[in-house]
């Protein structure tokens, strides 16, 4: 039985990922799932980003004690695993992206961090600001910030370049929703050519929220990549 951690987006937690988990042990895997620190009611570590997260999941390979499980990444959970791939060779087998966004550059990041204003929130989308204090309790304007603060990070530090992509060796599968507004078919594009062991696939009629996504159909994308 081959095992699976699914690791969630930015402002997300692991109940984001529930039915494609079942969906998954339904198909024969071992599937696991968990929430980042700060997220789904996780108290926040004294780091917050990519290179904390990649440190928790490792963490939770080795605390569960499997062995190279294959991980699916929606959108920064992708960004999470590669990175991990980078600095742990090793530690995961093969790896799934879906709508991971790659181009963090200073007109993107501003573009992204004006929509994670909590005041501008409350006043415009009180329905999401109280979708966000469900899912991740009152500390949810901190999640906002910390969020806001981790992307101009990883813009500065540009954790995936060219020449750290060509050093991951795992099979890899990027992909990404045909109607994503987010992340561009150019930038997934780049990353697929640049990995030395990668595949691309395109879900069709999805957009970049995860909730658009058709579990039967991915699952069959999933199965197609780790069984072969």
Not at 40 to 50: K, L, P, Q, R, V
């Amino acid at each position: 039985m081959q095992t699976i951690i699914l690791c969630h987006g930015a402002l997300g937690s692991k109940n984001d990922l529930e039915s494609l988990k079942l969906a998954l042990i339904n198909n024969g895997f071992d599937v696991h799932a968990f929430s980042f620190s700060g997220h789904g009611g996780m108290e926040f570590e004294s780091d917050f980003g990519i290179h904390q997260f990649s440190i928790e999941l490792e963490n939770f390979i080795l605390h569960n004690k499997l062995i190279k499980p294959s991980v699916i990444g929606y959108s920064m959970g992708g960004y999470v695993a590669l990175y991990l791939a980078s600095i742990s060779a090793g530690s995961i087998h093969k790896i799934i992206t879906l709508a991971t966004k790659f181009n963090w550059n200073k007109e993107v990041v501003e573009k992204e961090t004006r929509m994670l204003d909590p005041k501008v929130i409350l006043e415009k989308v009180p329905a999401f600001a109280a979708s966000l204090e469900k899912k991740h309790g009152s500390s949810w304007q901190d999640l906002l910030a910390k969020t806001a603060q981790m992307m101009w990070n990883i813009s500065g530090n540009n954790y995936l370049n060219a020449e750290t992509l060509k050093t991951i060796q795992n099979k890899t599968l990027i992909g990404l929703g045909d109607k994503d507004q987010m992340v561009t078919l150019e930038e997934t594009v780049n990353v697929y050519k640049t990995l030395p062991n990668a595949n691309m696939y395109m879900l069709p009629n999805t957009k970049h929220p995860i909730e658009s996504v058709d579990t039967s159909v991915f699952v069959v994308v999933v199965k197609g990549f780790l069984q072969e």
